[in-house]
């Protein structure tokens, strides 16, 4: 008989099954708000307004202190604590609760994975107010990009999970015929066995999209959890372990299968941690050269990272040249620049841009995007709901240092300045920075800026424009690479370059469509294949090495 929560989930399970395979738009949560209630948003800020100047409740082992770190990029004083706990006890305390999971099966541990978002959920608006408070997103981003959409890549990855577990039988009756002798006959069980503990890096920026297909894809194949958040963007992480963490207990499983280890950023724990011979899963957000040092020292664990790179736009032509700008303008805009998708330079030819109205030189292009980026935020009020705030004081010094490159060269197309928001003064927001960079600059453009920070660059020809991208992507990595033809020949050069280089490719975006969506079910985040990460969201391969099956053979003859 089917336990009560597989019940309730299988058709959910089945549902999400059937659009992985399908690829065609599904979401299982709505990105409406009204969807939540009509004063959700509000209900939302006061659960997250009460989080504020306390101390963050969780249940765990070995408390040690607690930890204040994050500042929000709003302006807002946070000053909530969590509990410090020391690692050999929620290493401790993982491994205790494992066997019991295990035994569970992948029918129970997939309807309590899907417990778990339905309840995350239902608290979609609380999580976006403290990822939009420490990841600098705006409001509505915030609620769309931590709430639904983070939603769906967990259940993408669950569903993923559950049916590749499915897809192992439980038992068979081998039987191999022997001539005139009796065959052979052996009973075989096959268990879908857990790696071991996983350690969970959350990044900075955007928390729980990155960490939630991690976090279900190594629960529901059996394996701990134990979440390390970036340090100013602990909360939203903290909500999803302490809801989790209920779930699981409420299902009569021990809650230490999820928990939460803080540091700051005076004392990082990470890389301690990493190397412990009980991690066998490591997955990592974050900035490169960051991410890549567990790729090289966590040798003892299956290590899945996700990291920026040097994506590039390459532009030939486009019949819709203004449409064109105005998705650029979105795309370089949005998130302030902070995300893993979004483009840094920009490749145009000296034998221009072709459109319906005549070629546009390389530097009318620059030009007319500037134009194009300054009407998008001449509108304090709107713009800084598609800027949202900077995440880091890193990030300004890099713009900084950019802007000095610029005025050094005489090369800025439109400068970074600090904008004031109408309801936060003192966040941190600051316009994109698009800068000229000539061929011979590849040592700056072609390096990753974090940020609001795009090259436009001038080559010699469309062929070189893709000789460059190319190199860019391949030595730095990418994970979008956007291209505007409307030529065929050009348009199959492009697939082979994205190809040779291992990056998703999108033609001639001109309209609500931006470089930087990913959409669950349907796109595949990242290849795996190039510097830019390890693993893809969620192919097969994020989930299958995550477990193992372990064979028992008897002798039935």
């Known amino acids: 008989m089917a336990h009560p929560l597989f019940e309730k989930h299988q058709s959910l399970l089945q549902r999400a099954v059937e659009a992985v395979r399908r690829r065609t738009y599904w979401s299982a949560y709505s990105e409406n708000p009204k969807t939540y209630g009509e004063n959700a948003i509000e209900e939302g800020r006061q659960a997250f307004m009460a989080y504020l100047d306390a101390a963050f409740y969780l249940d765990q082992p070995g408390v040690m202190g607690r930890v204040i770190a ?55 608006m609380e999580i976006a107010h403290a990822v939009m408070h420490t990841t600098g997103q705006s409001l509505m981003m915030a609620f769309q990009t931590g709430g639904p959409h983070a939603q769906d890549r967990g259940l993408e990855a669950l569903a993923q999970a559950w049916s590749e577990m499915k897809n192992v039988p439980e038992t068979v009756v081998w039987e191999k015929p022997q001539g005139a002798h009796p065959p052979l006959v052996v009973e075989k069980r096959y268990t879908v066995a857990p790696r071991g503990i996983a350690l969970l890096l959350a990044c900075a920026t955007s928390p729980t999209w990155n960490a ?94 996700h990291k920026a790179g040097v994506n590039c736009v390459v532009v030939e032509s486009t019949d819709d040249y203004k449409g064109m700008l105005r998705n650029l303008a979105v795309t370089l805009s949005l998130h302030s620049g902070q995300t893993s998708m979004a483009p840094q330079v920009i490749l145009v030819s000296s034998e221009g841009i072709t459109t319906p109205e005549g070629t546009h030189d390389a530097h009318q292009f620059g030009r007319d995007l500037a ?6 935020v001449e509108d304090s009020a709107r713009a800084v709901e598609v800027l949202g705030a900077i995440q880091g004081a890193a990030t300004v010094a890099c713009i900084d240092a950019m802007r000095e490159f610029g005025n050094e060269s005489g090369q800025i197309l439109r400068d970074s ?36 920070i795009s090259f436009v660059v001038e080559t010699a020809t469309n062929s070189e424009s893709l000789a460059v991208a190319e190199r860019a992507m391949r030595e730095k990595g990418g994970v979008t690479f956007a291209v505007y033809s409307t030529n065929p020949v050009m348009q199959q050069l492009a697939e082979e370059t994205a190809m040779r280089a291992a990056v998703a490719l999108s033609f001639n975006l001109t309209g609500g469509l931006s470089l930087t969506q990913s959409a669950a079910f349907s796109d595949y985040f990242g290849t795996g294949a190039n510097p830019a990460a390890t693993a893809s969201l969620v192919d097969a391969a994020f989930v299958t090495n995550r477990f193992y099956v372990l064979e028992t053979r008897r002798d039935a003859g």
């Open 70 to 124: 994050e500042p929000s990029p709003y302006g807002l004083n946070l000053d909530i604590s969590f509990p410090r706990c020391a690692p050999d006890a929620l290493i401790a305390a993982a491994k205790g609760a494992m066997p019991t999971w295990v035994r569970a099966g992948p029918d129970l541990r997939a309807a309590v994975c899907a417990e778990i978002l339905e309840r995350l959920n239902a608290r979609t």
């Open 212 to 305: 939630y297909p991690a976090l279900f894809a190594s629960l529901a194949t059996g394996n701990a959890v134990i979440v390390k958040p970036h340090p100013s963007a602990i909360l939203p992480m903290a909500i999803t372990v302490a809801l989790a963490r209920q779930t699981l207990k409420d299902a009569g499983f021990d809650a230490n299968l999820v928990s939460l280890l803080v540091d700051d950023s005076g004392t990082p724990m990470a890389k301690d941690l990493a190397v412990n011979p009980d991690i066998r899963l490591v997955d990592c957000a974050g900035r490169t050269e960051y991410a890549e040092w567990f790729e090289d020292n966590a040798r003892q664990a299956k290590v899945f990272t």
């Open 371 to 376: 134009l194009a980026i300054g009407t998008l």
């Open 417 to 452: 300045s600090p904008l004031q928001h109408p309801h936060w003064p003192d966040a941190r927001v600051h316009t994109p920075l698009l800068l000229r960079a000539e061929i011979s600059d590849h040592h700056v453009f072609m390096e990753e800026r974090f940020g609001p």
